[in-house]
C-alpha cells in the first residue's frame, strides 16, 4: 500500500523519522567508477513497486522517442580552500557556498568560533587572501577576497573539489565529479545522477528521438543538510539560483503537449522545472531563487519520471522520491537494494522511477 492511500495514520510520511533506514557503512560508495555507465541500475515501477536490475546503460531501454530528458548542466567549482589564519597560524578552511557579488562570497569556514568579522586568511603563499566580513544568522560567513589576476584561474590552482563529507577519499581525477555535460561554473556539489552519463550514451538517446534539455540549478550544500526536526513540515529549505532557457522550456513543453514523458534526470533537474512551471503544467523561460521543498503529497506540475542516485536516510531527497513513488514503495526498494550490495550516496549506482516497466531481458 503507498504512503497516499494509507489513513491510518494522518501524520504518516510526514514525520522525519518515517525516512530512516539502516544502511551498512560499507555500502557509501567512496570512489567513482572508471566507466561512468557500467554502474548498477534499479529500476522501479513507481505505480506498483515492481523493481528490475540493470546496468546504467540500460536506461535507453526504458526511454521512448518523444520524451525529453531534462539535466542539470551545472558545474561545480573547486569551492574548498585550505589555509592560515594570519597572525597565529592556525589551519582554515574555507567553503564556497554562494557568490554574493564580484569578490563577496557566502561562504562555510571551520573552525567557525576562531574566524570572526575582521579576521583574515592567507591562501597558497599569499596568492589569495580573504578577510571574514559578517557572520550571518545560520552562521555561515561573508568573506572578501583579494588576488591578482582572473579569479576563475586563481580559485582553478588553490582550490579542491567539495566532497560530500561521507566521502573520505582522495578524489583522483576531479573531473569525475563533473558530469560529462557540466557548463556553467556555480555548485559547491555535484548534480550526481547525472554523473553516470557518457557522451557516447547521450548520442544514442538523442538518436533515438529522445529531446535532452539542458536546465541550469547552482548546488548548494544546504543538499547535504540534515532536516533537524521531527515534522518535515517545519523544516527550512535552502535557496539555490536556477535558471531555464527558451530552448529548454520549448522542449519540454513540446514533450508534455504530445502526451510524452518529462523525466529529470536529478532531484535538482526536478527542483528546477517544478519551480519554474505555472500551475497548468507549463514551464516558461526563467531564471530565479528557489526554496521549493517537495514531499508526499506534492503534486507534480511537470515531472513524470526520475533518474536519481540512492540517498541518505531521513533526507529531503528521499522525501522528494517518496513523494514522486510513494515512501513504501522507496524504502523497499532501498532495503531490496541494500540487500543487493548496490553502492549508495554520491558515486553510487541509480535508480530510475518510471510509469511504465517494459519487458527487457538482459
Not at 304 to 320: A, G, Q
Not at 346 to 360: L, N, Q, Y
Request: overall charge negative.
Amino acid at each position: 500500500m503507498s504512503l497516499e492511500n494509507n489513513n491510518n495514520d494522518p501524520m504518516l510520511g510526514l514525520r522525519t523519522s518515517d525516512y530512516k533506514f539502516d544502511l551498512p557503512q560499507e555500502l557509501i560508495a567512496q570512489d567513482p567508477l572508471e566507466d561512468r555507465a557500467s554502474s548498477r541500475l534499479l529500476v522501479m515501477d513507481k505505480n506498483t513497486g515492481e523493481l528490475q536490475h540493470h546496468v546504467f546503460r540500460d536506461i535507453i531501454d526504458y526511454l521512448d522517442p518523444g520524451d525529453c530528458l531534462v539535466l542539470n548542466n551545472t558545474k561545480v567549482i573547486p569551492a574548498r580552500l585550505l589555509g592560515t589564519k594570519e597572525g597565529t597560524g592556525a589551519a582554515v578552511e574555507i567553503l564556497l557556498l554562494k557568490r554574493v557579488k564580484a569578490d563577496l562570497w557566502e561562504t562555510l569556514v571551520k573552525p567557525g568560533k576562531k574566524l570572526r568579522p575582521g579576521a583574515r586568511v592567507t591562501f597558497g603563499d599569499g596568492r589569495l587572501k580573504a578577510e571574514i566580513v559578517e557572520v550571518l544568522d545560520d552562521g555561515n560567513r561573508l568573506v572578501k577576497f583579494e588576488y591578482e589576476g582572473i579569479w576563475e584561474e586563481v580559485l582553478d590552482s588553490l582550490g579542491e573539489m567539495p566532497l560530500p563529507p561521507y566521502i573520505t577519499h582522495k578524489l583522483q581525477d576531479r573531473n569525475m565529479y563533473q558530469t560529462v555535460y557540466a557548463k556553467f561554473d556555480g555548485s559547491a556539489a555535484a548534480p550526481t545522477a547525472g554523473l553516470h552519463f557518457t557522451q557516447e550514451l547521450l548520442d544514442r538517446i538523442e538518436e533515438k528521438g529522445i529531446d535532452l534539455a539542458y536546465v541550469t540549478l547552482h548546488v548548494g550544500l544546504g543538499t547535504f543538510r540534515p532536516v533537524k526536526v521531527d515534522n518535515v513540515k517545519e523544516h527550512h529549505m535552502h535557496t539555490e539560483w536556477y535558471q531555464v532557457t527558451q530552448e529548454a522550456a520549448d522542449k519540454i513543453n513540446k514533450a508534455k503537449q504530445s502526451g510524452h514523458r518529462v523525466i529529470c534526470v536529478g532531484t535538482t533537474s526536478c527542483r528546477t522545472i517544478e519551480s519554474a512551471a505555472d500551475e497548468d503544467g507549463r514551464i516558461m523561460a526563467s531564471s530565479d531563487n528557489t526554496s521549493i521543498f517537495i514531499y508526499p503529497g506534492y503534486k507534480f506540475k511537470l515531472m513524470d519520471c526520475l533518474i536519481t542516485n540512492f540517498h541518505l536516510p531521513e533526507s529531503t531527497l528521499v522525501m522528494l522520491v517518496s513523494a514522486l513513488a510513494g515512501r513504501e514503495h522507496v524504502l523497499n526498494a532501498y532495503n531490496v537494494a541494500i540487500s543487493e550490495g548496490y553502492r549508495f550516496f554520491s558515486f553510487g549506482d541509480a535508480c530510475f522511477f518510471t510509469d511504465k516497466m517494459p519487458c527487457i531481458d538482459k
